[in-house]
């Protein structure tokens, strides 16, 4: 979504830092659409428990470093999805769904603001693959990869300084650039 508001509204995009993610067309992954497909069994077999014990294996198995899994986690993870089976399938099913009629691979060069992406080096079975990112090396004209060592999926949850890191480079990069006196709040409020 980020790089697509870069093309259409490019007065409202000043930088793009995107964590494991870049032109992807689907807005469903293949655990997604085996949700969708076997939908009806989670609807009638189920319940809260089963549901937190699914959340909480595939974070497992998409992290690093599993420490961040924590009761409380799951518990944010599943609050709502586990309380309305039908609506959350619902959603999903109209992920499946979805179809973007104009591919975003084919405008990565009318971006104009420079993009970071944070790429995790840790084992997982989703995000970005080696043919998007370097079709935005070659077509985005300010573009940069980071490595985020020893982590997996979940950047944000495994290592959230590295995020705030970049986040903070880039409040700090824009202040100097425009010198906005309103970075400075942004930059306090973090």
């Not at 014990?53 to 999805?81: F, P």
Request: include cysteine; charge should be positive.
């Amino acid at each position: 979504m980020a790089l697509r508001m870069a093309v259409r509204r490019p007065d409202r995009v000043a930088q793009i830092l995107m964590i494991d993610g870049g032109p992807d067309e689907k807005l469903a992954t293949a655990g997604v659409k085996k949700a969708v497909k076997f939908g009806f069994l989670l609807k009638i077999f189920a319940g809260r428990g089963k549901i937190r014990s699914e959340v909480r294996k595939g974070l497992i198995s998409s992290s690093t470093d599993t420490t961040w899994i924590t009761t409380e986690v799951i518990d944010g993870y599943t609050e709502g999805a586990a309380g309305d089976i039908g609506a959350v399938l619902k959603v999903l099913k109209g992920m499946v769904n979805a179809v973007e009629p104009d591919s975003i691979t084919n405008h990565l060069g009318e971006i104009k603001v420079p993009v970071t992406l944070l790429l995790p080096t840790g084992p997982h079975d989703s995000g970005i693959n080696s043919h998007k990112v370097q079709a935005m090396r070659e077509r985005i004209p300010v573009f940069a990869v980071d490595s985020v060592p020893n982590c997996g999926l979940h950047v944000h949850e495994e290592r959230p300084d590295v995020v705030v890191a970049e986040v903070l480079k880039l409040v700090g990069d824009g202040k100097r650039e425009t010198g906005d006196a309103n970075s400075k709040n942004v930059r306090g409020e973090m």
